[in-house]
């Protein structure tokens, strides 16, 4: 997928806690797990084909695949509503 970047992808505000994009197919997990998760984590909930970033935490356990961690800044999506995210490699 880093093959890709950068990539824009319309992202919907949900729930108060997460940026969402729905891919139109189900993509492939090896390690899904259920528990609590971290302001920042990026991950991905099978049940929708949901991409999610988690910039806001209300206690919430869920089933989803693990994918990675913004270590700040992420408090910027907090009330900012649906908008286009742009993803790509940091320059070196």
């Known amino acids: 997928m880093i093959e890709k970047l950068p ?3 319309p992202m919907l505000d949900l729930y108060g806690r997460e940026m ?3 891919f139109p197919d189900e993509l492939p997990t090896d390690s899904l797990r259920s ?3 971290a302001v ?3 991950a991905y909930w099978p ?4 991409f999610v970033i ?3 935490q209300n206690g919430e356990e869920f089933t989803r ?3 990675g961690h913004i270590d700040s800044g992420v ?3 907090d009330g900012m509503g649906d908008v286009n995210v742009t993803f790509e490699l940091p320059d070196e």
């Open 35 to 37: 528990d609590g998760y």
């Open 40 to 42: 920042g984590d990026l």
């Open 65 to 67: 695949q693990h994918i």
């Open 47 to 50: 049940l929708r084909h949901s």
């Open 75 to 77: 408090d910027i999506f």
């Open 7 to 9: 990539l824009t992808l």
């Open 54 to 56: 988690l910039y806001k």
């Open 20 to 22: 969402c994009y729905r």
